[in-house]
């Protein structure tokens, strides 16, 4: 059955994957989805935030990360290591980043390790949510390791065209607390 499921979700991360390349990115969605989720209390009453910053077609987090700066809370961005490993490193507005494993801008330097159990709010990507958080990323499991030790809240960033009633998953996959789209934010669990 697992088989299966891992086929599956392969084949649809490949198809989605291609679709969102070919897509890029959209400023005006990005900018909704942006107001959407700094307009919220999960956003107004977090103190520190995990943020993803973005591959080229992926949902655009920069503002998000200014508007953090300005309102003095603690950000923290992945840096991936081997093996499905990921840490969190905080930044400041100084902070150089470069680009490091798979492209993703990193920092230079990685002096702060932030613990999972230090961040409030975690802002999450993937190719596409389901409407009860779960989520197909690219298949490394970073962020399934991540949000299996965090306490803070995970928000997913979707744009709604890739939001669907189902995905496949597994045991270790790990669901989002809610999902933030152009449209608003929808809330996965009770």
Known sequence: MMDKIMLEKKKLRQTLLQQRRNMGRNMQMDAAITCALVGS????????IFVYLPLAWEIDTRAMVSLAFEEGKKV????SGLAGEMK???????????PGRYGILEPETSDEIVSPQDTSLIIVPALA????????GR???????????TQGISVGLCYTQYLFPYL??????????????????L????
């Not at 209390?41 to 520190?48: C, N, P």
């Open 41 to 48: 209390s999960v956003w107004q009453t977090a103190r520190s």
């Open 76 to 79: 923290a961005v992945p840096i």
């Open 88 to 98: 969190a490193v905080r930044i400041d507005a100084q902070t150089r980043l470069h």
């Open 129 to 136: 949510f389901a409407r009860d958080g779960v989520r197909l």
């Open 139 to 149: 298949g490394g499991g970073y962020y399934d390791r991540w949000l299996a030790d």
């Open 168 to 185: 496949p998953s597994e045991g270790h996959d790990r669901r989002v607390d809610a999902i933030c789209t152009q449209e608003g934010i």
């Open 187 to 190: 809330w996965t669990k009770g």
